[in-house]
C-alpha cells in the first residue's frame, strides 16, 4: 500500500502517527515493540516528533527496544552514523535505557564478527523496520546488484557500497529479516526518487537493478514529487492520494 502525501510535513506527520500506532499495538498484544531504525534527513524530523509532544511521554517507549536496518562502519560518535543520528534526535530526549538500544557495533575491525553479534541480538519477527530508499533504488545499506539480494540464511551481512556511497563499509540486514518482520514502513521523498519508485512498482522489474522491489509490498509514504511517475501508473486501489 502506498499513500502518496502533497508535502514533506504532512508526510512526516502521518509516519509519526503510524509508528505510535504499531508501537502501542505490539505493546497492547505481546507486551514488547521491537524497532529496527535507519538514517536519513526524513527519519530524523520523524523521530524528534516522536520525542515531542504528545508522543514523548507514551509508555510504550518504556517497553520498546530499538535496533538498526543498517550501519556505516564508524564509530558511535560519528556524526555518519545511524545510531548517533537515531541517539539525538529521539533516544536520549526519551531517555531511553541503555539496555533497550542494540546498535550495530559496525566500528569493530572484524566485520564478520560484528554481524554475527548483531544476528545474536536481533529479534525472531521485528514489529516495525523502517526503511528509506536511495535515487537508484537501494534499502538499508543493500544496493544493485549486491549479493545481499539472493541471501536466504544469515540475517546480516558486512557489505561494500559503491563509489558514491561513503563511508563504503557497512552491514546491513538481509532479505530473510525483512520478510519476517510483522510490518515494515518506506519513506521516499523529492523528485530525485521519482524514477527509483516507478522501477519498484513496475511490473515484471528486476529486484538486483532496484534492490527496494524487495520491500515493494510493504506499506509506502511518499511525497507527490516521488510520485510523480508511479501516479501515472494503473495501481488501483494500492495507492492513497492525500491532499490538505
Not at 68 to 79: I, K, L, N, Q, S
Not at 129 to 148: C, Q, Y
Not at 158 to 168: I, L
Amino acid at each position: 500500500m502506498m499513500r502518496v502525501f502533497d508535502e514533506a510535513g504532512q508526510l512526516s506527520d502521518a509516519a509519526t502517527a503510524f509508528i505510535a500506532s504499531c508501537a502501542e499495538q505490539a505493546v497492547k498484544e505481546r507486551g514488547e515493540f521491537h524497532w529496527l531504525l535507519c538514517g536519513g534527513s526524513t527519519p530524523r524530523r520523524i523521530y524528534r516528533l516522536l520525542a515531542g509532544n504528545p508522543y514523548g511521554g507514551r509508555t510504550f517507549w518504556w517497553r520498546t527496544h530499538f535496533y538498526w536496518g543498517d550501519e556505516r562502519c564508524v564509530p558511535p560518535t560519528d556524526p555518519r552514523s545511524n545510531y548517533y543520528l537515531a541517539r539525538e534526535s529521539l533516544l536520549d530526549l526519551i531517555g531511553t535505557p541503555d539496555s533497550q538500544i542494540h546498535r550495530m557495533p559496525a566500528d569493530v575491525p572484524d566485520k564478520e564478527a560484528a554481524g554475527a553479534v548483531c544476528e545474536a541480538i536481533l529479534p525472531a519477527k521485528a514489529d516495525l523496520v523502517l526503511l528509506g530508499m536511495g535515487e537508484e533504488g537501494h534499502t538499508a545499506s543493500i544496493f544493485p546488484h549486491s549479493p545481499v539480494i539472493d541471501e536466504t540464511r544469515r540475517q546480516v551481512m558486512h557489505v561494500v557500497a559503491p563509489e558514491y556511497a561513503v563511508p563504503r563499509d557497512r552491514l546491513t540486514v538481509t532479505p530473510p529479516v525483512l520478510r519476517a518482520a510483522r510490518q515494515v514502513l518506506v519513506l521516499a521523498e523529492g523528485e530525485k526518487k521519482a524514477e527509483a519508485l516507478e522501477k519498484v512498482f513496475r511490473p515484471g522489474g528486476d529486484v538486483h537493478e532496484t534492490p527496494a522491489r524487495l520491500v515493494r509490498d510493504a506499506v509506502w509514504f511518499v511525497d507527490r514529487a516521488a510520485a510523480r511517475l508511479v501516479l501515472k501508473m494503473n495501481l488501483g486501489g494500492m495507492v492513497q492520494v492525500h491532499t490538505e
